[in-house]
């Protein structure tokens, strides 16, 4: 089963940190991700433009809204997510605390199985 780790934290916090800081973080991260990868378990992994980049298309009863921003009322934004193939939620779970430990501080993982809808759109 895959699962998406969607990886939240604080924007600004994360986007405060010097150019050393984010390299150190980002070198820990890389470790487990390679990891992944050497097991066959890693899909794409995603760091998210910051969201003063974002537009988003609200849904209603007329035509849609589109919007700047994510227009969400949050202390914490999506800043990228990992898609990992592991045999139940609690393998999920525990790269997840892998992360954790790799970039400590605020924010959460959010882990939910993935639903292929269109497979022939997948790299061989």
């Not at 150190?24 to 899909?43: D, P, V």
């Not at 892998?98 to 939910?112: F, K």
Request: net charge negative; aromatic share 8%.
């Amino acid at each position: 089963m895959q699962y998406a780790i969607l990886c939240y934290s604080d924007e600004d916090v994360v986007g405060s940190w010097t150019k050393e800081e984010d390299e150190a973080c980002m070198a820990r991260l890389l470790t487990i991700q390679e990891r992944l990868h050497k097991e066959g378990r890693l899909g794409p992994v995603l760091r998210l433009l910051p969201t003063t980049a974002a537009t988003t298309l609200r849904k209603g009863k007329d035509e849609p809204l589109v919007l700047d921003g994510p227009f969400a009322e949050t202390k914490e934004q999506l800043l990228g997510f990992y898609v990992v193939d592991c045999a139940s939620l609690d393998e999920a779970l525990d790269i997840a605390r892998e992360l954790t430990e790799a970039n400590p501080g605020p924010g959460s993982y959010e882990i939910r199985p993935i639903g292929i809808f269109h497979p022939w759109t997948l790299p061989a």
